[in-house]
T-cell receptor, first 111, second 110 residues
Framework: IAGITQAPTSQILAAGRRMTLRCTQDMRHNAMYWYRQDLGLGLRLIHYSNTAGTTGKGEVPDGYSVSRANTDDFPLTLASAVPSQTSVYFC??????????FGQGTRLTVV | GENVEQHPSTLSVQEGDSAVIKCTYSDSASNYFPWYKQELGKGPQLIIDIRSNVGEKKDQRIAVTLNKTAKHFSLHITETQPEDSAVYFCAAIGNNDMRFGAGTRLTVKP
């Protein structure tokens, strides 16, 4: 692993199903973020974590949960997916410099 | 929380011309302002950044200016090339809560 990795790259999910998007970084960055990107709305912050063991809510947290059990991993869970959660999801991490690095994204379609 | 506004939403320039994208932010505690370039199907990539103790920063054809009093910052691309065509995002960071502008789709016509 080099940098920040997301999985899966894409997924089609039935409404009502539970889904976890995975994010792993090997840069030992303290801060990690989840964003969703919708056409015309840019990147909107869902949840963030300043350090392992802590999480915070962003602009659009409803319907999503996160955990930060260790420095490297920051999974995002949709407990019961709805069509409005169809989007491209990006995970990012940043270290002491504040420079953030993004994963390649997960394209999620809820039908 | 922080609110970042970005203009214009689309920008079309002729190859060789300059392009300017502007952003404003609301939280005076924000102290770090990166700019990202996103190409189709890829994640955003950092192209330049500026901290609140600096007014201007330049890296080859790209420059960023910051006016803390007015709470706005701008990206300047000179001598644009077709490969500069992409979506550009500004962001403002304070307390590790990184918020983005809505993005600018830049098209450089050959």
């Amino acid at each position: 692993i080099a940098g920040i990795t997301q999985a899966p790259t894409s997924q089609i999910l039935a409404a009502g199903r539970r889904m976890t998007l995975r994010c792993t970084q090997d840069m030992r960055h303290n801060a990690m973020y989840w964003y969703r990107q919708d056409l015309g709305l840019g990147l909107r912050l869902i949840h963030y974590s300043n350090t392992a063991g802590t999480t915070g809510k962003g602009e659009v947290p409803d319907g999503y949960s996160v955990s930060r059990a260790n420095t490297d991993d920051f999974p995002l869970t949709l407990a019961s997916a709805v069509p409005s959660q169809t989007s491209v999801y990006f995970c990012a991490s940043s270290g002491d410099s504040g420079k953030a690095f993004f994963g390649q994204g997960t394209r999620l379609t809820v039908v | 929380g922080e609110n970042v506004e970005q203009h214009p939403s689309t920008l079309s320039v002729q190859e060789g011309d300059s392009a300017v994208i502007k952003c404003t932010y609301s939280d005076s505690a924000s102290n770090y302002f990166p700019w990202y370039k996103q190409e189709l199907g890829k994640g955003p990539q950092l192209i330049i950044d500026i901290r609140s103790n600096v007014g201007e920063k330049k890296d080859q054809r790209i420059a960023v200016t910051l006016n803390k009093t007015a709470k706005h910052f701008s990206l300047h691309i000179t001598e644009t090339q077709p490969e500069d065509s992409a979506v550009y995002f500004c962001a403002a960071i304070g307390n590790n809560d990184m918020r983005f502008g809505a993005g600018t789709r830049l098209t450089v016509k050959p």
